[in-house]
């Protein structure tokens, strides 16, 4: 666990061997506040037995007013509480990798979760310093995932279509429209770019420019064609660097 534990609350990994506790002694687990477990659920995990399941969820000593968060990253909460016996405590809490820098948790209520367990799981994330959002609908994907894979499509495309190189997709990523959205989101982005006028001089001024882009997007497949393409574009760009290599590079910038 890389961030501060308030006192009283219990984090479980998905096959944990122990469970830590911060500022209780391991006896008493069973009167945590609230347990928060961390996992990447499947949905074959949850077509077992909900008792099954529950015997699971009794290892981890969980309270009976514990949340239970998933980190999944594009499953809708909905289809994890089918036939569980904690359906109304169940959400999906996603975290922007790398995690323990990213603040961004995405909070995603299915259509059972109480709305009490919602508010606390939000209070959770706040309190570690995270930057939780609200969703107010379920999608696959969530949020940042969608506007991530809205963007990659288009710059799939610039290379599928002969457009731009690898590296150039990438530089009008990291050379103009990162630095932009790392102060300010899309729409804020916009709001400024409208002036005086804010955002409703923008989209009147400059809307029926944008939608013409948007009716001109291309759906790009990742034939196999287009997958050598990013891939020898990749090698070349990184210079066949380990993932990890880059991951770390990339980690040390974020600080």
Known sequence: VNFPIPDGIAIATPKPTEIVISGM?????????AVIVFDQFSRNMFRRSPEAFATDLLALALA????????TSSIMPTLLQDGIPFENRLLVAHPFNPPHLIPLVEIVAGKLTDEHFVERAFAFY?????????????????LANRIQAAVWREAVDAVASGSASVSDVDAAGTQALGLRWAIMGPHM?????GGQGGIAHFIDHLGPAFVAQWNDLEQS????????????G??????????SELAAERDERLL
């Open 25 to 33: 002694d391991r006896q008493k687990v069973g009167h945590v506040a």
């Open 64 to 71: 009976e007013d514990a949340i239970v968060a998933s980190s």
């Open 126 to 142: 706040s309190l570690l310093g995270k930057h939780p959002i609200r969703l107010r609908t379920e999608r696959l994907g969530h």
């Open 189 to 193: 982005t916009f709001h400024v770019a």
């Open 221 to 232: 497949d990742l034939t196999s064609d287009v997958r050598n393409a990013l891939v020898a």
């Open 234 to 243: 990749m090698d070349s760009m990184s210079m066949n660097k380990a993932a």
